[in-house]
């Protein structure tokens, strides 16, 4: 048996993923070995921004139509998210200095659907006493919610107005503050995005602090609280890769692994290439490299790429949007994301939108869920679907030496994501990440 | 007008081992090893050219070794002004490499990329005097020559000992970009305005 690229490493990472990317990233500036391999010739695995060529071919969809553009104009996200400005990924990045490489716009609108209509999701407070999302009396009771949430501070009895957060719920705080169910609803899943309402009747701390992230991201940079790369989200595995391949680390796109090598007592010890192999004291990867043993399921998320030739209607002709409908609105557990960017983030021709629906899957007809959300599109000159399922390891990967990923969230955005790549760092190193860099406070770093 | 500082991204091309960051290293360091440790550690590094108009400031990436498994990211040529593809004349694989190499940068690059192909002596496996290093030499210089003029490529041989000729290299290049069209230096964290307003170089 040959030896695959130098044959010997410390780690050995599959997929090139964000998560992947990140961990090989950190692995090696802390010094380690690492060989980084994928089956594709692109960067990004599931979260790949792919142009024409790879989209068509990956939906098996024929040529793509003369009219969209030149190919290398497009970088078409498989799996739509938004940055929170100041977010734990934002965090990371700024951590780890991958900022050096991406340059980021602000996503020009927030939107919530309620009651029929799409309404703009207040930036500013006095945006949220002209909107027609609350009452006149409503208004005052939200602005008095939001001025506790911001003044909150979990370590200062003070800021707490008497409420223990971590007893009190999610439901009884809102109730506290005399706030009706409808904005319950708006506010749950348009500020603090979450995805169902679990978190009701489960302590209310969490969503709070959601709820500040919210706040301090919409504050940072006005229009709405996302942030999204130029060129797509592709651009973050590949900066994170860049970090890895400068402190030395072996990258190898368009090579599958063909087969991890276990030692006798079940751990990795390296992986087989064709008729090669390289030796490692771990592995690392997503769910799709892995025995269908190592991972369970986890649900679906149904995901539709649609190229519009036209905004979407009724947020201002915006070139970068998000809309959330609240499941409740749509009678739906989960919500139902929408999200468009375009040329102005240089991930398609001029002229040329891309929307892309997402939810969870409740039923079995992809089609019937994203219904609500393709009804805000308009005329749609091109859709793929994809129905994904997701998954997550078994186990934590200390007994068998597989420290695997979990997949992306339905969430529209990556603060869940950063929380199993987190763990999935403690995993593999035994050490929780500095992460309390603050986004406001890093240009003395520079 | 000459303290005006345009800021162009510069992009390092080329097989494994043909010399690609020994000459990035005499250009922004002066300084020269014979034997160059793969690249290991730097983002980008920055270098100037004093012209008579302008003052050019090259922020160059080295391909990191993601070259060596053809594995470099698209970001990696997003935004290159300028690109160096450098060979070996006692390799020719690597001569056909950095064809392939333009090929590469013509497709995924911007169209008006400024392209330099430059094969370097007298460093590592290279090292010796010339006449010892024409006795092995493999890429013909008539042939190069003509292949990057066919191509509207700038093409010269230099010697990494020479940080005169690595110098002549950098500032024939800067002479051909444009330095109407301006790249905005890069900051900590750059959030890019709604809608940016084109701002002239000076």
Known sequence: MEALADGEYDAIVMGTGLKECVISGLLSVQGMRVLHMDRNNYYGADCASLNLTNLYEKFNAGKPADNLGANRDFNVDLIPKFIMACGNLTKML???????????????????????????????????????????????????????????????????????????????????????????????????????????????????????????????????????????????????????????????????????????????????????????????????????????????????????????????????????????????????????ISSSHAVSAKGIYIAIVSTKMEGNDADKEVIPGLALLGHIMQRFTMVATTYAPVSDGHDDKCYISSSFDASSHFEGDVEDLLSLYKRVTGKDLDMTINADSVEADY | MSNRVCHFKLVLLGDTAVGKSCLVVRFVRDEFFEFQEPTIGAAFLTQTVALDDATVKFEIWDTA??????????????????????????????????????????????????????????????????ADLESRRKVDFNEANAYAEENGILHMETSAKNSNNVRALFVEIAKSLPKTIQQPEREAFPIMPQKQESRNCC
């Open chain 1, 94 to 340: 700024l951590h780890t200095k991958v900022t050096r490489y991406l340059e980021f716009k602000s996503i020009e609108g927030s939107y919530v659907y309620k009651g029929g209509k799409i309404l703009k999701v207040p930036a500013t407070p006095e945006e949220a006493l002209r909107s027609p999302l609350m009452g006149l009396f409503e208004k005052r009771r939200f602005r008095s919610f939001l001025l506790f949430v911001d003044r909150y501070d979990e370590n200062d009895a003070e800021t707490h107005q008497g409420k223990n957060l971590k007893v009190m719920t999610m439901r009884e705080l809102y109730d506290s503050f005399g706030l009706q169910p409808d904005t319950h609803q708006f506010i749950s899943h348009a500020m603090c995005l979450e995805l169902d309402d679990v978190h009701l009747d489960k302590p209310a701390l969490a969503t709070v602090k959601e709820l500040q992230t919210y706040c301090y991201s919409l504050s940072r940079y006005g229009t709405s609280p996302y942030i999204y790369p130029v060129y797509g989200l592709g651009g973050l595995p590949e900066g994170f890769s860049r970090l890895c391949a400068i402190h030395g680390g072996t990258f190898m796109l368009n090579h599958d692994v063909d087969e991890i090598v276990y030692n006798d007592q079940g751990e990795a010890i390296g992986v087989k290439s064709g008729n090669a192999m390289a030796r490692a004291k771990f592995v690392v990867g997503d769910p799709s490299y892995f025995p269908k043993n190592k991972v369970r399921a986890t649900g679906q998320i149904v995901r539709c790429i649609c190229f519009l030739n036209h905004p979407i209607p009724n947020c201002g002709d915006l070139e970068s949007v998000q809309i959330i409908i609240p499941g409740p609105q749509v009678n739906r557990k989960n919500d139902i994301f929408v999200c468009s």
């Open chain 2, 65 to 130: 070794g993601q070259e060596r498994y053809r594995s470099l990211a698209p970001m990696y040529y997003r935004g290159a002004a300028a690109a160096i593809i450098v060979y070996d004349i006692t390799n020719p694989d690597s001569f056909a490499g950095a064809k392939s190499w333009v090929k590469e940068l013509q497709r995924r690059g911007d169209t008006n990329v400024v392209i330099a192909m430059v094969s370097l002596w007298e460093f590592g496996k290279n090292a010796g005097n010339k």
